[in-house]
Structures are given as structure tokens and as C-alpha cells.
Nanobody, 120 residues
Framework: QVQLVQSGGGLVQAGGSLRLSCAASGSIISINAMEWYRQAPGKQRELVASITSGGSTTYADPVKGRFTISRDNAKNTVYLQMNSLKPEDTAIYYC??????????????WGQGTQVTVSS
């Protein structure tokens, strides 16, 4: 089975940093885009950042200049470095990967989610 396993969440004070990781495993042929989403209390899930297989990145306006998405293609892993964290960053963070298995076409897979809490 293909699995995306997340790690790195937790509790941090405002201004602090956290690094999230998401590792994909299983019978994976290739991974195209990898993305981070978050869902804050009382809000809809939103796209935070994305990165293509070639390394092109996109960020949501609220995190520009503070968050950095990166990936290690050899390890099928995507990272989210979060600096200068704010209370409004508090959310459950989910990784997503568009990848190919034996079926040959792209399919989306989700990580289990991890809580990030930023205290003021």
C-alpha cells in the first residue's frame, strides 16, 4: 500500500519554528506535485504550498517569506520549514502527493495530518 507518513508537528510559541516532513512509501513509480494543506479551527482546508517534481514552488500569501517547501526526490519526501510562526498558523497540516503506482496515471494521496499549535 502507498502511505504518506507525516512527522514534525507540535506546540511552539509565536516567532518559533517547526519543520514538517512527509514521506511517501510503497510501490511508487514517480511523484509529480507535492503539497501542504492546513485546516484551522472553524475554517476550510486551504493550500499552503506546493512543489513540482522539478522544484517549482507556490505559496499562499499568508505564508510567503516565512514558510519554505522543499523535497528530496530520492527519498520521496516533502518538507515544510515554518519560521516566524504566528497564532493564526495554528491548524492541522496535511501533506498531499500526486503520484504514479502500477496504474501508471496520477492519483492523489493524503498524509494522516499533524497538529501545529502556535501560542501567543
Amino acid at each position: 500500500q502507498v502511505q504518506l507518513v507525516q512527522s514534525g508537528g507540535g506546540l511552539v510559541q509565536a516567532g518559533g519554528s517547526l519543520r514538517l516532513s512527509c514521506a511517501a512509501s510503497g510501490s511508487i513509480i514517480s511523484i509529480n506535485a507535492m503539497e501542504w494543506y492546513r485546516q484551522a479551527p472553524g475554517k476550510q482546508r486551504e493550500l499552503v504550498a506546493s512543489i513540482t517534481s522539478g522544484g517549482s514552488t507556490t505559496y499562499a500569501d499568508p505564508v510567503k517569506g516565512r514558510f519554505t517547501i522543499s523535497r528530496d526526490n530520492a527519498k520521496n519526501t516533502v518538507y515544510l520549514q515554518m519560521n516566524s510562526l504566528k497564532p493564526e498558523d495554528t491548524a492541522i497540516y496535511y501533506c498531499n502527493a500526486d503520484l504514479r503506482t502500477g496504474g501508471s496515471f496520477l492519483r492523489s494521496y493524503w498524509g494522516q495530518g499533524t497538529q501545529v499549535t502556535v501560542s501567543s
